[in-house]
């Protein structure tokens, strides 16, 4: 089913990018038993190795190696985002791909049409419990199959300065109306500041607002893609944002910027969107705010509903040409769901557990360093992560995300529709799928 409904070129998709093969070598069990000896001889251990980008995440690992002597996990540091689906692409061609890798949800269908990952159905179904539907949603592809175990997700939410708003008598916005509306009053009260800004440099935060309003990029239907990235929920927040950006009553400086931190550092911006990994981004780059930010669940479409799309996120995949993929799927699912072993990852390194039961768990109970008032933050954000709606990437999000760089640039310096810029988002995408050898509809 897979062959079929994923069909592609790879040479398409890998391009002049491949490097030279990676040597890595995924690992291989060892001898078995003897039947000339009155007592077997001991199995040597499985090895296998497991490349990822997640920081500190050493000590983690040792628990499971001390936990299964008959299992044994070597750890391999590399770069993400990018490069890592590169590197990990380039050796499942040589022959010898890791055991298991870090695989980012918008990265996973590409590993999926190059025949990289493996599918845990079998293996990994039981632990379909441990996450919500949405979060589920992104390592199957709307598909029976399960191609990843989820790690870390990046729910969003609302950043807001407290102390600007209580000094300007602003009140938290519950609806996108409402938004609007404190964008004008925030210019009108001082029009030396904006409520936010628009980025026209992050595609994966506009898909998060998106999916927000129910969008669906990308969908499986039998052996074809379904492409409908212009779909109504997306046109729909284009227009938003685009009269908001028009009336100029918030910025349209890209985020990440020098001057897009200076102002989110001097107060000239108030608010922002963004996911649960926020603080450490704020602690970067506006560390004269510490203490004075908030968070609240976006504002909704409509009063009555409350949801949150996703900015962020990876998994746990397992090579379909590893040697050991029952191995290495057991330790993927320990690794994502044991309760020692993912506060730990949050302890050691940060993430925010994909695992339900994990986000309210003991190393979640204080407030980040950045948010010293909000000692709610977290019960906060697991409540706001059960409401996150399910996605489906599709298999060339990297071509679709610089269309809306592109696209949604363009609009902004030359004043034209956003919807117009979506619509070219819709035709870049499938254009290049076409051009992929992928079966599409749209």
Not at 103 to 119: G, H, I, M, R
Not at 274 to 282: N, Q, R
Request: proline share 7%; charged share 15%.
């Amino acid at each position: 089913m897979r062959a079929k409904f994923l069909s592609r070129a790879v040479s398409v998709i890998l391009g002049a990018v491949l490097l030279a093969a990676a040597g890595c070598s995924s690992g291989s069990s060892g001898g078995g038993t003897s039947d000339t000896q009155a007592q077997p001889t001991p199995q040597r251990p499985v090895k296998l190795t497991f490349w990822t980008w997640v920081p500190n995440i050493g000590p983690v690992v040792k628990q499971w190696n001390s936990q299964h002597p008959e299992i044994q996990v070597t750890v391999s540091e590399q770069a993400s985002g990018d490069e890592l689906v590169t590197k990990v692409l380039t050796a499942n061609k040589a022959g010898n791909p890791p055991d298991l890798f870090q695989a980012e949800y918008q990265a996973l269908p590409t590993f999926v049409t190059n025949d990289v990952v493996a599918d845990l159905a079998g293996p990994a179904g039981g632990a379909k419990g441990q996450f919500t539907e949405g979060t589920w949603r992104l390592v199957t592809l709307g598909t029976p199959s399960v191609y990843a175990v989820p790690q870390d997700i990046g729910p969003m939410m609302l950043y807001y300065r407290s102390d600007l708003f209580s000094k300007l008598g602003l009140t938290v916005p519950k609806t996108w109306d409402e938004f609007a509306q404190l964008a004008r009053t925030v210019r009108a009260k001082d029009p030396k500041r904006y409520l936010t800004t628009f980025s026209s440099g992050d595609p994966g935060w506009f898909a998060g607002l998106s999916q927000q309003a129910g969008a669906q990029w990308w969908q499986v239907e039998g052996d074809s893609w379904k492409v409908n990235v212009d779909d109504q929920a997306t046109q729909k927040v284009a227009d938003y944002w685009d009269g908001l950006v028009s009336a100029g009553v918030i910025d349209h400086r890209p985020m990440y910027t020098p001057q897009w931190n200076k102002a989110m550092n001097d107060g000239t911006l108030l608010a922002w969107p963004s996911a649960v990994w926020g603080p450490a981004v704020l602690g970067g780059i506006a560390p004269a705010t510490k203490g004075k930010w908030a968070i609240a669940p976006l504002p909704q479409w409509s009063a009555s509903e409350q949801k949150t799309g996703y900015w962020g996120g990876s998994s746990t995949a397992v090579a379909a040409k590893s040697a050991n993929k029952d191995a290495a799927t057991k330790f993927a699912v320990w690794l994502n769901t044991d309760p020692q072993a993912v506060q730990a990852l949050i302890k050691v390194a940060g993430v925010y557990p994909a695992a339900t039961n994990a986000q309210s768990g003991p190393a979640l109970q204080q407030a980040p360093a950045f948010f010293p008032g909000q000692t709610d933050f977290y019960r906060q954000a697991a409540v706001i992560a059960n409401t996150a709606v399910g996605f489906t990437f599709g298999p060339n999000v990297n071509v679709t995300y610089q269309a809306y760089r592109d696209a949604f640039g363009k609009a902004i310096q030359q004043k034209t529709s956003f919807s117009g810029a979506a619509k070219t988002m819709l035709d870049t995408t499938l254009n290049d799928m076409r051009k992929s050898g992928f079966s599409v509809s749209g």
